[in-house]
C-alpha cells in the first residue's frame, strides 16, 4: 500500500514538473519574440508568438496575443482573430485589444462581426480593438446597427458603441448621410447617452455640412448643458470669420435652444456681426434664453 502510494506521489510530482517545464519553455520562447520585436525584427517575433496562440496555459496565449499583435499588419490581425472566440475570456479580450495595436483598420469587420455573441470581457476587449484602430474601423459596426433586423444583434451592436465611448461620434455622425431619419434617430440617442463634451465637439466640427446639419444641431439641443461650452469656444474661435456664416447662425440656433445663460455673452457678440443671418439667429437666440 505505501509502495502505491510513493508511486502515485512521485507520478504527481513528475507531472507538476512536467508542466512546469512547459510552462517555461512557453516564457523562454516569448522571450525570445519579444527581443526580437525589441530588435525592429517583427517578422522574427511573429513567427515565433504565433506558434504559442495554442498553448495549453491561458496565460502564455495572453502574452503571445501581446506579442502578435505589435508585430502589426494583416498577418497579425488574422492570427488573432481565432482567439476573439477563446473559452477563456481574459484570452479574447487580449486578442480584441491586440487586434487594435496591429493597426489593421480591415479588423473593424471582423470585430463587429463578433460582437454579437462576445460576452464579459472579450466584449470590453473588442471595444478596446475599436477604439485603438479609430473611427475608420468602427464604420461596420455602425452600418450593421442600421441595417440589422434582429434584436439581439441590434442591442449588442448598441452596446458596443457605448462601451467604445466618445471616439465613436465620428462614425456615427458620418452615418447621417446614408441613413433613414429614423435610424439617425436612434443613433443621436446613443450620441446623448455617452454625455461627453468630446461628442458635441465631434458633432460641432461636423456641423457645416448643410446634409447633416439640421439633424446636428438637434444633437446639440439633446445633448443639452454638455454642449454649451464647446458650441461657446467654436462661437469665439469662429468670430469675425465671414466664411463661417452657415456655422455661426446654426450654433445660435443650437444655443438658444439649449436656453443656458452661460451662452449670452458670446450671443450678445453674435448680435454684433456683419451677417445679417448671424445677427438674426443671434438675436433670436437671446430671446430664447433670456425669456423676453
Same mark, same amino acid.
Given at each position: ?85 477563446? *473559452?477563456?475570456?481574459?484570452? @479574447?479580450?487580449?486578442? @480584441? ?112 455640412? *448643410? ?28 468670430? @469675425? ?31 454684433? *456681426? ?19
Amino acid at each position: 500500500m505505501d509502495s502505491l502510494k510513493k508511486t502515485q506521489a512521485s507520478g504527481l510530482l513528475w507531472g507538476l514538473m512536467a508542466l512546469m517545464m512547459f510552462a517555461l519553455a512557453g516564457c523562454s520562447g516569448l522571450g525570445d519574440a519579444k527581443s526580437a520585436l525589441s530588435a525592429g525584427d517583427k517578422d522574427k517575433a511573429f513567427e515565433i508568438a504565433q506558434g504559442f496562440l495554442k498553448d495549453g496555459n491561458p496565460e502564455v496565449r495572453i502574452e503571445a496575443a501581446q506579442v502578435v499583435g505589435m508585430t502589426g499588419g494583416e498577418r497579425a490581425a488574422k492570427a488573432l482573430y481565432p482567439l476573439l472566440d477563446d *473559452e477563456e475570456p481574459t484570452v @479574447g479580450a487580449a486578442a @480584441g485589444a491586440a487586434i487594435g495595436d496591429t493597426g489593421f483598420i480591415p479588423a473593424g469587420l471582423v470585430l463587429t462581426q463578433k460582437t454579437p455573441k462576445a460576452r464579459g470581457e472579450t466584449f470590453e476587449g473588442i471595444a478596446t480593438g475599436f477604439g485603438k484602430l479609430g473611427s475608420e474601423a468602427m464604420r461596420p459596426l455602425v452600418v450593421a446597427f442600421d441595417a440589422t433586423k434582429v434584436e439581439g444583434d441590434w442591442k449588442a451592436y448598441r452596446a458596443m458603441m457605448l462601451q467604445i465611448g466618445p471616439s465613436v461620434a465620428t462614425a456615427i455622425t458620418e452615418s447621417f448621410k446614408r441613413s433613414t431619419a429614423q435610424e439617425n434617430q436612434e443613433k443621436f440617442k446613443i450620441l446623448v447617452e455617452l454625455r461627453s463634451p468630446k461628442v458635441a465637439r465631434f458633432l460641432i466640427d461636423q456641423i457645416g455640412d *448643410e446634409e447633416v446639419a439640421v439633424m446636428i444641431v438637434k444633437g446639440l439641443v439633446e445633448l443639452g448643458s454638455i454642449a454649451v461650452d464647446p458650441a461657446v469656444d467654436k462661437l469665439k474661435e469662429y468670430q @469675425g470669420d465671414e466664411t463661417k456664416i452657415v456655422q455661426k447662425a446654426l450654433l445660435c440656433d443650437a444655443l438658444g435652444d439649449i436656453k443656458s445663460k452661460k451662452a449670452i455673452p458670446i450671443l450678445e457678440q453674435m448680435a454684433k *456681426e456683419p451677417s445679417d443671418r448671424v445677427r438674426a439667429a443671434a438675436d433670436h437666440a437671446l430671446t430664447k434664453v433670456r425669456g423676453f
